[in-house]
């Protein structure tokens, strides 16, 4: 079983900056692929980036791409969400997702809330 915690979320306003932390525990960091998703009030749950094993690779949503960052440190068994420039249509609650192999999902994060305002 993997663990994983989410951190950082809060309510900003149009233009700031977030990070956004997802602390693994339970198994070997490095062997999972991490995701981050986003779910919002009466939508489907989006990807959003994801990084593989080495943090070497990574992949974002169109939406997204030029404005958020992942990252990881195996070390610390944490991945990042830099967020900047936020939007109000990036108000949801964003998901950290772990998968054994790259493009699916083992594990799921409990969550943490993102409100953008205008």
């Known amino acids: 079983q993997v663990q994983l915690v989410e951190s950082g979320g809060g309510l900003v306003q149009a233009g700031a900056s977030l990070r956004l932390s997802c602390a693994a525990s339970?198994?070997?960091?490095?062997?999972?692929?991490m995701n981050w998703f986003r779910q919002a009030p009466g939508k489907e749950r989006e990807f959003v980036a994801a990084?593989?094993?080495?943090?070497?690779?990574?992949y974002y949503a169109d939406s997204v791409k030029g404005r958020f960052t992942i990252s990881r440190d195996n070390a610390k068994n944490t991945v990042y969400l830099q967020m900047n420039s936020l939007k109000p249509e990036d108000t949801a609650v964003y998901y950290c997702?772990?998968?054994?192999?790259?493009?699916?999902?083992?594990?799921w994060g409990q969550g943490t809330q993102v409100t953008v305002s205008s």
């Open positions: 339970g198994r070997t960091f490095s062997n999972y692929a």
């Open positions: 990084i593989r094993f080495s943090g070497k690779s990574t």
């Open positions: 997702a772990a998968g054994e192999v790259a493009d699916t999902i083992d594990y």
